[in-house]
């Protein structure tokens, strides 16, 4: 039996938007932080065929210019450099998406960038832990500090989206810093849930199970696929397009504006397991 998603054309998309209120964006400036990762290009796509503009923040545009290319056609999006562990370079890239953005402002931050490391405890390096520490976690407070500031200055709310994983708790064997970093994405989530709740702006955090992106192919080995699936009520891993209806809804003020400091699993029932 297939249990893969059904396709959805872009029409089709747009007919849902259209047809559904509660989800519609148009008039929504999102800035997506890691755009060309395998899930928050696909995430990307699902905010614009809901009618958001899309600034795609990415590290090196050369690479992610080719990968982005059908969501760049669309009229509504745009590519932006920054590393977003570097204040300064956020600070930059918010004058230009601001200047970029129809509305002059942005509504909708998600962060999606991502790094993971399956080296054995006692052989990680402090160089390799700084390294994941300020992709996963680093990144996350300042990309919230310098466009959760924006969208207080606006005075208009918005939806910040953070990427945990299912290794936040209880952590995974293998992945030591990723465990501990998502661990600290899940607390800022909640953290920043409370500061901003007074400015109407919402933050959240999706929780994905097991989905192929590239930096978890590594160390995915039969013995572990196997391990993981005898602890998988579904039975398989995550195709990245089921991720587009919780980064829609969560950005969506209609559909999600009691919503905030939530933690939401798309995990495929693992977190649901014990024994």
Not at 63 to 69: D, F, G, R, T, V
Not at 113 to 142: C, H, Q, Y
Request: charged share 20%; glycine share 8%.
């Amino acid at each position: 039996m297939d249990l893969s998603p059904p396709a959805c054309s872009f029409e089709e998309a747009v007919f849902i938007a259209q047809a559904s209120p509660l989800f519609d964006l148009t008039g929504r400036t999102a800035v997506i932080i890691g755009a060309a990762s395998t899930l928050g290009s696909v995430m990307a796509e699902a905010l614009i065929d809901h009618g958001a503009h899309a600034a795609l923040v990415v590290r090196d545009i050369e690479k992610a210019e080719l990968k982005l290319q059908a969501l760049l056609e669309t009229g509504r999006a745009a590519l932006f450099q920054a590393d977003a562990a570097v204040k300064a370079d956020l600070e930059r890239v918010r004058g230009e998406i601001t200047a970029w953005s129809p509305s002059g402002q942005a509504h909708i931050l998600l962060h999606t960038a991502g790094t993971n490391s399956a080296t054995p405890f006692f052989e990680i390096t402090e160089e390799e832990w700084d390294r994941i520490m300020d992709v996963n976690a680093k990144s996350v407070m300042l990309t919230c500090q310098v466009f959760g500031r924006s969208m207080i200055d606006a005075g208009a709310g918005g939806s910040i989206i953070t990427i945990s994983s299912v290794s936040s708790g209880p952590p995974l064997s293998r992945v030591f810093t990723y465990s501990a970093s998502k661990h600290a994405v899940n607390s800022m989530t909640q953290f920043l849930a409370r500061e901003f709740a007074p400015h109407g702006i919402r933050v959240n955090a999706i929780v994905p199970g097991f989905f192929p992106a590239e930096q978890n192919r590594a160390i995915l080995s039969e013995e572990r696929v196997n391990s993981i699936m005898g602890h998988m009520p579904m039975k398989r891993f995550g195709d990245p397009k089921e991720l587009q209806g919780a980064a829609v809804w969560l950005a969506s003020d209609a559909a999600s504006s009691y919503v905030t400091g939530s933690l939401i699993r798309v995990d495929g029932g693992f977190g649901a397991m014990t024994i």
